[in-house]
């Protein structure tokens, strides 16, 4: 539509064929339409809310067979109606040099009108995608400079616009009514109204729209990256890695065509190839990736597209970002191949998966070693990769609606007790276990039914615990849940009695059950250590503790007063019995033989003596 003001006589005649060319579907006659067009006029001058003669209004122009609601035909002649009334108003408005949105009493009637059958179709009196014709036909008979007022006033009734009973309704009318603005706006002069559009069409329609989403995964294949395709004089560089790094960018920008022909895998690969053991060659340096590091959040977050001069390439090189880029969009392209739901004729053979996940671990090693920050860097794009998967299923699945509607709670009657039901067993577990019981006899007879584990089984979880390499908090540890600690004491007592033994003997708790090849050899040694450090401090409390009694006294004595058993001997024997056995492996042979005579001499003098 051509732009002209609002008092050219151009303008003028072109609405008029446009409205000869849009003439509305006939009626059942045309005195029916002017009735109609004739009640509307007339209720549009009164400056009241539409809820006080709207329905009145709709019952004389109309007179439907049921009260409050139209039915088809009726819903029809009042549409048609209705539209061939908006021309007239729009025509009326720009031959009197009057803004068509403006709300006054002697012009300006259209928002009036609008305002009217939002109502009617908001409370169900009217078909509810009347409304959303109406804006439509408004649209395309506006200027610009009117369509802006338009959408202002469409931005406005937004909420109401989006309840369930219209949305359902207008919602295909309403896509197509942005979508023909969205064409004749101007995307360098009309950049705002673009992007007031755009906002308020994700917030109409719901996430789970399907044509909001690219379901076929059509690629941008107009974002062509251009780049030098000969070397010119007094480059520094080494121009056939120049045009190899730069020639990715045609298989990032059509995947699909990749893997589509051998050819062109084979030489994606080899390119990637070049380009990784580059990198891997040239490792940036961490001064390096805080020259380069972008400080302010909105620099960071900007969207860049790198300029592809070979002058630039020495540069660009020692740019963390940059590298970033060119891997980031390597994980992408792996993304997309390894995607699920794919037909066998788009997935990678075979030989292709093993190229893809060799590359795919090489470029990961390359982002974990790029500073500042790389292993946050590529914990982050994981899982931004992980959440596209769930997309693609998604989209695989049909776009399954993600809104869940509210269960109703059924109010009940005053007055009204509800029945409990009644059950067989006396609840409604044991009720359910009966019934399995009988539709399965031999369920209680299965021997998996109930499996007993082994005791390195049920200690594994405590055996992790005691292992300081496991770093599991002592709050967090198996031996603070009692019920756990019980459970494995009976096992213990059941089938391993030693290791239940040492429960009480060793003095060190829970941890003393523990089978010790669970354990670390550290740990295990620890242990070890603990246990002969209590049994050598039993032995002294044994020797130091109990008062000789005058009858062993008295035998004791001539032992004393003999030669051949002195107090010497005695106190070596006993030095003996409480020495550590791990001592005597230490010392040579002759001494622990020496010793041993000495106490087996001991012990002879004392049972003569006794005798």
């Known amino acids: 539509m051509a732009e002209a003001t609002s008092g050219a006589p151009g303008l003028r005649i072109l609405l008029h064929h446009h409205s000869k060319d849009r003439s509305p579907l006939p009626v059942s006659s045309h005195a029916d339409r002017d009735r109609i067009i004739g009640v509307f006029t007339d209720v549009l001058m009164k400056d009241e809310p539409p809820e006080n003669f709207a329905l009145r209004a709709v019952q004389e122009a109309i007179k439907p067979q049921k009260q409050t609601v139209l039915v088809l035909d009726e819903n029809q002649s009042l549409e048609n ?25 002697n012009g300006g009637q259209i928002p009036h009108l ?108 107009s974002n062509e990256t251009k780049y030098e395709k000969e070397a010119s004089e007094g480059v520094p560089i080494d121009f056939k890695f120049y045009k190899t790094l730069w020639s990715l960018q045609e298989h990032f920008s059509n995947p699909a065509q990749t893997t589509l022909s051998q050819p062109k895998w084979q030489k994606f690969a080899g390119n990637l190839a070049v380009v990784l053991d580059t990198f891997e ?72 998966k093993e190229e893809i996940k060799l590359c795919e671990e090489r470029v990961k090693r390359l982002l974990e070693i790029i500073p500042p920050k790389g292993k946050e860097f590529l914990q982050s794009i994981e899982h931004i990769l992980e959440r596209e998967r769930n997309w693609v299923w998604w989209k695989r699945d049909g776009c399954l609606p993600f809104e869940k509607q509210p269960t109703e709670k059924k109010a009940i009657q005053d007055g009204v007790r509800k029945r409990k039901p009644r059950w067989r067993l006396g609840n409604k577990e044991l009720s359910q276990l009966w019934k399995w019981s009988d539709q399965n006899p031999n369920a209680l007879t299965d021997p998996e039914r109930v499996s007993m584990p082994s005791i390195n089984e049920y200690w594994k979880p405590l055996a992790e615990d005691m292992d300081p390499a496991s770093g599991i ?43 010790p090849e669970l354990l670390p050899s550290d740990v295990r040694a620890k242990l070890h250590a603990r246990t002969t450090e209590k049994n050598k401090r039993a032995k002294r409390e044994e020797t130091k ?67």
């Open 281 to 352: 060659a040239q490792p940036l340096t961490e001064d390096e990736g805080k020259a380069n590091n972008l400080e302010q959040e909105e620099e960071a977050t900007f969207s860049i597209k790198y300029l592809t001069s070979s002058n630039l390439m020495g540069l660009e090189l020692k740019d963390p970002s940059f590298r970033r880029h060119v891997l980031l969009q390597c994980l992408i392209l792996f993304d997309y191949l390894k995607a699920p739901g794919k037909s066998e004729k788009d997935s990678p053979s075979e030989s292709m």
């Open 545 to 611: 503790g109990p008062t000789i009694q005058p009858e062993e006294a008295q035998v004791a004595t001539p032992i004393e007063a003999d030669g051949g058993g002195s107090a010497g001997d005695l106190e070596e024997g006993e030095a003996l019995m409480d020495s550590d056995p791990t001592e005597l492996q230490k010392q040579s042979p002759p001494e622990v033989e020496s010793r041993q005579e000495a106490e087996t001499e001991l012990e002879a003098n004392i049972k003569v003596e006794v005798v």
């Open 114 to 221: 609008l305002d009217i059958v939002l109502y009617l179709c908001e409370r169900g009196h009217v078909e509810g995608g009347m409304i959303f014709q109406l804006l439509e036909d408004l649209t395309e008979m506006s200027t610009i400079k009117d369509c802006k007022e338009v959408f202002a006033y469409i931005e406005s009734k937004q909420d109401i616009l989006g309840k369930q009973e219209l949305f359902g309704r207008g919602k295909l009318v309403m896509l197509r009514t942005c979508n023909q603005l969205l064409r004749r706006l101007s995307k360098a002069n009309d950049v705002v109204l673009c992007g007031r559009i755009l906002m308020f069409l994700a917030h109409f329609f719901p996430l789970s729209e399907r044509s909001a989403v690219n379901i076929k995964g059509v690629f941008n294949t």
């Open 473 to 515: 908090e002592a709050e967090y540890h198996h031996k603070n849940n009692r019920v756990y600690c019980w459970k494995g004491l009976r096992f213990a007592a059941r089938q391993d009695l030693e290791s239940f033994c040492r429960y009480s003997d060793l003095g060190i708790g829970i941890e003393g059950v523990v089978p």
């Open 81 to 105: 109606a209705l539209r061939t009334l908006l021309q007239e108003l729009v025509s009326s408005a720009v031959q009197s040099g009057q803004r068509m949105m403006q709300r006054s009493q």
